[in-house]
């Protein structure tokens, strides 16, 4: 069974500085898709960024940027320029590409981000 | 469109209780998965359905059932409530089909046990 593990519970950055999370997995499948998830306190779950594993280059969303190390299990996330709206809970999410089209997402325990002014 | 939809919100309930919660996915969502969400076990998966039929479930007792109808809308079901069932549960759908497809979530719906 796959793992993720977030070993960050809480992370703080000042206003628009940089942060980095950290995200580490474990699977024995050669391809799979790997996701950052946002919770505000709204509790809604936001999409902020995925990475296919077959692609190399790393994924980038705006301020959002990823460091996927296929070969170390790892994939973190950076926040540039961090906003007040950046504080939440982040989750990193692991989804097979195999298992007949399930689309199960296996969760770290998240690491909650407070922003600084 | 609209976005997932989750009702109730907020409930409240006796141990012992039965509770059903309802998610209506996003127009054209075939898929519709939900999860637990405690303090202490975080974000665990439930079950997941596919044109009405349960195509993954969670390692969860099975007080807990759901089920999906012709049109994607999914229900949830926790009989004989416990304590321990107090959480937040989070409804997601997604489009089949498409490679790394994005899952949308719901805002969830808080059950407190007493």
């Known amino acids: ?117 | 469109k609209a976005g997932v939809t989750q009702t109730p919100r907020y409930l409240i309930k006796t141990r012992g209780q039965q509770v059903t919660l309802s998610c209506s996915p996003i127009s054209g969502h075939r898929s519709v998965s939900w999860y637990q969400q405690t303090p202490g076990q975080g974000l665990q998966f439930l079950f997941e359905y596919f044109s009405e039929t349960q195509r993954n479930k969670g390692n969860f007792p099975g007080r807990f059932s759901g089920r999906q109808f012709s049109n994607s809308r999914s229900e949830m079901n926790v009989s004989t409530l416990e304590l321990g069932d107090s959480a937040l549960y989070l409804c997601a759908s997604s489009l089949e089909g498409a490679r790394g497809n994005t899952i949308y979530f719901g805002e969830g719906s808080w059950l407190t046990v007493v």
């Open chain 1, 1 to 117: 069974a796959q793992t993720v593990t977030q070993s960050q519970p809480e992370m703080s950055v000042q206003e628009a500085e940089t942060v980095t999370l950290s995200c580490t997995y474990d699977t024995s499948e050669s391809d799979y898709y790997l996701f950052w998830y946002k919770q505000p306190p709204s509790r809604q779950m936001i999409l902020v960024i995925r990475q296919e594993a077959y692609k190399q280059q790393n994924a980038t969303e705006n301020r959002f940027s990823v460091n996927f190390q296929k070969a170390a299990k790892s994939f973190s996330l950076k926040i540039s320029d961090s906003q007040l709206g950046d504080a939440a809970m982040y989750f990193c999410a692991y989804r097979s590409a195999f298992g007949g089209g399930s689309e199960k997402l296996v969760f770290g325990k998240g690491t909650k981000l407070t922003v600084n002014p």
